[in-house]
């Protein structure tokens, strides 16, 4: 009588493991199901553009659901030169994430992108106005330039970016005491308000470089980097002013006559 070959089959939710033939079918089906702890970490894309403030990258993650408020993500940076280094670009960031890990990785890259390049405290300011400012990159030097120069000629920097930024200010801080009691987080406030002529000369804020001479105490936006390459290394001219006119265009001069002539040709 021929020897039987004893074959066990079981039976069981894994399916049936037959050991004779070596059929661990039921086996690896169970090996290849992710268990609980291990699910893949669910991620939303975020685009910061170039020039936001950080009230802005705060109320867009806030809308995105990974923070649940923008008080988070402001204290989550420790220093004023921070502002200015939450570089845009785009993200993918954990949905049970913190604002501490967002802004670790936002700082991250930022390091990444200027690596090779030194870049002080005032070169990221410069850098934060230029942003606004230049609507192409072939401006971004020549207007670095401009502002190079009225630094070295201890000129005021008139640079409407900087009204813009302590006009917002007060706006968000007019909100923010209108709607205390309903603690409204007053995230729909225009960050980059039209200017009327007398918030020139109106708005008191040390960002005003209309009313105070140097730089800002820190940066207005956050500078992607071909702005801060500009602010590195200005364009050498002997321009005092510029205009950028309807298309976007900077148009510069050496005298406030020039200047003048530009506004006429190009702006009215």
Not at 235 to 262: M, P, R, S, V
Request: with cysteine.
């Amino acid at each position: 009588m021929k020897a039987l070959k004893r074959i066990l089959i079981i039976m069981s939710g894994l399916g049936f493991i037959a050991f004779g033939g070596l059929l661990w079918w039921g086996w690896q089906q169970f090996q290849t199901q992710p268990s609980a702890e291990v699910q893949k970490q669910v991620e939303i894309t975020v685009l910061f553009p170039e020039g936001w403030r950080i009230e802005e990258m705060a109320a867009r993650l806030t809308g995105e659901k990974l923070i649940t408020n923008p008080g988070e993500f402001y204290s989550a940076l420790s220093m004023p030169d921070q502002f200015g280094q939450l570089f845009p670009d785009t993200y993918r960031f954990a949905e049970s994430g913190s604002a501490d890990a967002i802004v670790l990785k936002m700082l991250a890259n930022y390091k990444k992108r200027i690596a090779g390049f030194t870049v002080g405290s005032e070169d990221l300011i410069l850098a934060s106005i230029v942003e606004r400012e230049a609507k192409h990159d072939e401006d971004r030097a020549a207007i670095a330039g401009v502002y190079a120069n009225r630094l070295k000629l201890g000129m005021k920097l008139d640079a409407d970016p900087t009204v813009q930024y302590a006009k917002a200010n007060e706006l968000h801080l007019k909100c923010v005491a209108e709607t205390y009691e309903t603690g409204a987080d007053c995230l729909e406030v225009n960050w980059w308000p039209v200017l009327l002529r007398a918030d020139y000369l109106s708005i008191q804020s040390p960002y005003n470089t209309y009313l105070n001479a140097g730089l800002p105490p820190a940066p207005i936006s956050n500078p992607g980097l071909a702005s801060i390459q500009a602010a590195l290394k200005p364009a050498e001219h002997d321009y005092l002013y510029f205009i950028t006119d309807k298309e976007g265009k900077a148009h510069f001069a050496k005298t406030i006559a020039e200047h003048q002539e530009n506004i006429v040709q190009y702006l009215q």
